[in-house]
């Protein structure tokens, strides 16, 4: 793509697992105009729906993708000219488009996922860019690190970026002694020490969030900022989640559970629920999940609360991101944190790092400074 | 962990798992071990077609060869289970149910219901369904029908790994007999499956596709032939929801329905052949329930109503196709 | 010296023992004639299969079985029942299909069954026991907790491929399984003469590879002794028996069995000469162990044991609609 003044639009590669989406619809008529961030069309995949943004400027002037069609990652659904390109060239620019292959792809990433042997069992991880910031993706109650599709690559690009599995979780050993946020902060303790990271970014979600602050409480040389997403710590209130999704046995009982994760429900896939059962279902999760649930949430009130340990003392610098929607854990409580700085979309729940993604993405950079 | 293993593998695992965590589960089938008293290796099969490869040697003594004896054998399985334990007993070929179908559907399907709530006979019973194998009329028959038929017994067909290890690890917990079908052209497909042990509900279908305009609902090696009549579908802008049954009894019929009335246009395909068949049950239970959610009638994709056929050329013919389904999606349609 | 009643050197059982064995066989047979004279009043539903004149066999088997051992009987199965522990009162109300029966009036006549007293169930389905007794054999011999299992088969049901085939199995595992053939000359209306070819089940056990013993079925004392033999080895591991009882049913295959395939005075004969209870009786008192009056006595307890059971039957509930759809599966 030598021509500078023709940009593709292509599908995007959302998470490690991603090989192809489905364009569900165009939100821009051939020959808007473009500015970077804006949503153009809106992409479907096994996992998760979301709107493909504009990085760069320009008029939309071809829509290639067909609505209600299937496209391996990477295959051209548009393109972005100046107005001045002739349309031949946008027609030769079309007809000469070569989709690069799948295993270009994985060259280039290398293993998706590694295994690291811990005191907790194995912790599986992703690791993506090679930035000279360390950031260290953690994940909330029940999640894995597959949950930072949106988040991981982006953040790649401007640091190196590690995502956990915590113990109990995603594909770590399924096994949690004396479960609570103490032994969850040893484990990522543990795990940055056996990877070999001194210090890091630190961005938790919701009880990733409270683990994120418990070290920065107890072991501040080992942060070098916070970026807090809807997290668990910083009050008592939290809603019937918890309780709800560790009950839930089978697809029709965990939908409307994982639907309270989202302002918009439709983003509740049928994959993303069947993924979850996946987890839920392996031997001993649940057991695991019960027990970590008393300790943290027990009686529907969080137990620990180390954002006020961290308010005593000197915080590192801290972001906060909330989905005013957010039904598990009021955002509210973004107030709670004096000298953070707090953002809150009105239009996403708790999952709002999927949901507003790219926003998301763009204050992590800006707060690590990249 | 998850990594892709084969059907083959998973069914293995499944039992290799189940038997290291309950010292009640044992095995028994012929030539499962293989090579017993004769002069040459000891674990020699593993199985015709080498599922239980290897088991042996993990388990000692927990591996029963058995004569070529099948009433004896199910029997036994189904005694022992009454007594406590938890057999696993492979029949190799469902076509061999004609030897030893008392044994099942006389005594342990009935158990329960003629001791008065209080038998629990929790045997599996692994068998190999399906045509395609070049193996002729009995050995490749899709029996599935003449098991759920059976008040008392479970009847399980996965379509792939993932599933074929959680379902087969449900069986060996579950406390009724369970009938597990293993289509003998799916021991080589490989899907990603948990390292872990897990276990999938019974009664709990999968829907494999997405779709709003026409339901398709099937089971086994035919989810296969489904999902390629979807795809070819899909070129046609025509969306099919593919709907695999997993459990042939109990049947998730809140799904089945549920499909159905969102969609109004209802294939149904079975390996079967088609009379008293899964596809013609599945299909009067929604016309029954949600006839006025119809917008075309109901069109069954099966077998036809023949033994299966041995000449290549003539079995092909005999499975149901991807294109037969779709030409059955659109008759559907075109009312 | 000889303590007053002293069995020894006459009969292999105690005073207690022999006391026992008596009152199990009237238990059998004044069930069976009294439901022998209640379904000829109608009130009994369906088909029944009555024990009465083969108690002695029965008796002499399951008098060496603990709780662990179990057996799986066949149609006519009320007698096994009843030596293996199971509950007059709720097998008469679960032959008048009553929800206090012991199947909850869902198995009737031929489907008693009470797996916690090892009693793996009366079989309506002949043959169908041997398998199922090779499957307890074997739970018995995987844990290793000495248990046997013992099937029984008429001599019509010794036909079944089932029962040949885990004759075979049985002996391939060296299972601790019995084969009781309870041949009483009768396979329905058929004589065994004419469907069983070998002149003795002792040679069809040979054909096997197990070993095989025939006794006088009406003999108390012959079946408890050769059953003790046969049990003891294979509780100490030493595999599969056949034992075949000749015996005689008091009456038809089932009640309403006009019994016209028998010979002429066949029956009186039977009453006359070939009673085991009777048998018993004159054994025990002729040695002067018991006496008549201690008969009387039990004959008295069991004939109240009797009506109680048939008036608890009569007066108790019947399954309602509820009941039609449950236990079938544990879930589902």
């Known amino acids: 793509m030598s021509d500078q003044r023709i940009v593709p639009i292509v599908m995007p590669k959302w998470g490690l697992s991603m090989k192809e989406g489905k364009v569900t619809g165009w939100l821009m008529e051939d020959g808007s105009r473009i500015n970077p961030g804006d949503a153009i069309l809106e992409v479907e995949t096994d996992k998760i729906a979301g709107a493909v943004e504009a990085h760069d400027g320009g008029v939309l002037r071809r829509r290639v993708g067909e609505p209600d069609t299937v496209y391996p990652v990477k295959s051209l659904l548009g393109v972005i000219a100046d107005p001045s390109v002739p349309e031949e060239e946008i027609d030769q620019f079309v007809a000469a488009y070569v989709t690069p292959s799948a295993e270009d792809d994985a060259e280039e990433q290398g293993p998706k996922y590694e295994f690291i042997e811990t005191s907790a069992g194995t912790l599986r991880y992703a690791k993506r860019g090679a930035g000279d910031d360390t950031v260290v993706l953690i994940h909330g109650f029940g999640g894995d690190l597959d949950g930072w599709l949106f988040n991981i690559d982006v953040l790649g690009e401007a640091a190196t970026v590690y995502a956990l599995d915590l113990p109990g979780h995603g594909q770590s050993t399924k096994r949690l002694d004396n479960p609570g946020l103490d032994t969850m902060t040893a484990a990522l303790s543990e795990f940055m020490a056996t990877v070999g990271i001194d210090s890091a970014h630190l961005v938790g979600h919701s009880m990733g969030g409270a683990i994120a602050m418990h070290m920065a409480a107890d072991d501040p040389d080992k942060v070098d900022s916070l970026t807090l997403i809807c997290p668990a710590g910083l009050g008592r209130e939290i809603g019937g989640y918890v309780d709800a999704f560790v009950a839930a046995q089978g697809r029709k009982d965990l939908k409307p559970v994982l639907e309270q994760l989202f302002a918009d429900k439709s983003l509740v896939s049928r994959q993303l629920v069947d993924d979850v059962l996946k987890y839920k279902r392996l031997d001993g999760v649940e057991p695991l999940l019960k027990d970590l649930a008393a300790a943290l949430f027990g009686g529907q009130v969080q137990q620990d609360q180390p954002g006020a340990r961290l308010a005593a003392g000197e915080a590192p610098p801290t972001l906060v991101i909330w989905g005013r929607q957010d039904e598990i854990i009021p955002a509210t409580h973004a107030q709670n944190l004096p000298g953070a700085k707090v953002v809150v979309f009105d239009d996403a729940g708790h999952m709002v790092y999927m949901e507003r993604a790219s926003d998301v993405n763009a204050l992590i950079k800006q707060h690590i400074g990249g | ?335 | 010296m000889t303590a007053p009643n002293s069995t020894a050197g006459i009969f292999p059982l105690d005073k207690q023992g022999l006391l026992e064995a008596y009152r199990t066989m009237r238990t059998i047979r004044d069930f069976e004639e009294r439901l022998h004279a209640e379904f000829a009043k109608g009130d009994i539903p369906g088909f029944v299969h009555l024990y009465a004149g083969e108690e002695a066999a029965g008796t002499g088997i399951m008098m060496h079985l603990n709780e662990k051992d179990r057996i799986a009987s066949t149609h006519r199965g009320h007698g096994h029942c009843i030596g293996k522990g199971v509950d007059p009162k709720g097998m008469m109300a679960e032959i008048y299909g009553k929800v206090s029966g012991s199947c909850r009036g869902k198995g009737g006549s031929m489907h008693i069954a009470d797996l916690s007293k090892g009693m793996m169930g009366a079989n309506g389905i002949l043959g169908a026991g041997a398998p199922l007794v090779c499957g307890a054999a074997l739970a018995a011999k995987f844990r290793g907790d000495g248990g046997v299992a013992i099937s029984f088969v008429g001599d019509g049901g010794s036909n079944q491929g089932t029962f040949l085939e885990s004759l075979n199995l049985a002996a391939v595992w060296n299972l601790p399984a019995i084969f009781v053939v309870e041949n009483n000359g009768y396979a329905e209306s058929t004589s065994r003469d004419y469907a069983v070819a070998v002149d003795s089940f002792v040679d069809r056990a040979a054909g096997f590879g197990l070993p095989g013993v025939t006794v006088d079925g009406l003999d108390f004392f012959a079946v408890y002794e050769a059953a003790g033999e046969i049990i003891r080895r294979a509780r100490e591991g030493g595999g599969p028996a056949l034992l075949e009882c000749k015996m005689i049913r008091m009456y038809g295959h089932f009640e309403g069995d006009q019994q016209t395939y028998r010979g002429k005075g066949e029956i009186d004969d039977i009453r006359a000469n070939k009673d085991c209870l009777k048998l018993f009786s004159e054994r025990v008192v002729e040695a002067g162990v018991i006496q008549r009056a201690e008969l009387a006595a039990i004959d008295r307890d069991i004939g109240a044991e009797i009506e109680e059971a048939v008036v608890f039957a009569k007066a108790a509930p019947l399954p309602t609609a509820r009941d039609l759809t449950t236990d079938v599966y544990v879930n589902y």
């Not at chain 2, 022992?80 to 004609?98: I, K, T």
């Not at chain 2, 003998?184 to 494999?208: H, Q, R, T």
């Not at chain 2, 079967?272 to 119809?294: G, N, W, Y």
């Open chain 2, 1 to 335: 962990m998850a990594r892709k293993i084969s059907m083959r593998q998973a069914i293995n695992e499944a039992l290799d798992q189940e038997m290291a965590r309950d010292p009640s589960v044992f095995i028994m089938g012929e030539d499962i071990v293989g090579g017993a008293g004769g002069m040459g290796e000891i674990d020699a099969w593993g199985g015709v077609l080498g599922v239980t490869k290897g088991l042996n040697a993990k388990h000692p003594g927990r591996l029963l060869d058995t004569p070529l004896s099948e009433s004896a054998y199910i029997g036994a399985a189904v005694g022992a289970a009454a007594c406590g334990m938890r057999p696993v007993a492979e029949l190799m070929f469902l076509d061999f149910m004609g030897v030893c179908f008392d044994q099942i559907f006389n005594q342990a399907a009935k158990f329960r219901y003629m001791f008065g709530g209080k038998a629990e006979t929790p045997v599996v019973i692994r068998a190999m369904v399906g045509a395609g194998f070049r193996a002729a009329a009995q050995h490749s028959q899709m029996l599935t029908p003449l098991f759920t038929h059976i008040p008392g017994l479970k009847v399980v067909c996965p379509s792939n790994a993932y599933d074929a290890k959680g379902l087969l690890i449900q069986s060996i917990r579950d406390n009724d007999p369970v009938i597990f079908c293993e289509h003998k052209n799916l021991y080589g497909a490989e899907a990603d499956v948990p390292a872990e042990s897990y276990a999938i509900p019974f009664g709990e279908a999968n829907i494999v596709r997405d779709g709003k305009h026409a339901t398709i609902i099937t089971y086994g090696m035919m989810v296969h032939r489904a999902m390629d009549a979807a795809a070819a579908l899909a070129k046609q802008g025509v969306e099919c929801e593919v709907i695999d049954l997993r459990t042939l009894s109990p049947i998730d019929w809140d799904t089945v329905i549920d499909s159905a009335e969102r969609t109004g246009h209802v294939v149904c395909v079975d390996e079967a052949h088609p009379r008293c068949s899964i596809a013609a049950d599945v299909s009067a239970m929604i016309t029954q329930e949600c006839f006025k959610a119809l917008k075309g009638p109901i069109q069954m994709v099966t077998a036809p109503h023949t033994p299966v056929p041995f000449s290549p050329v003539l079995e092909d013919l005999y499975i149901p196709s991807a294109d037969a389904i779709a030409k059955a999606v659109a008759r559907s349609r075109s009312h």
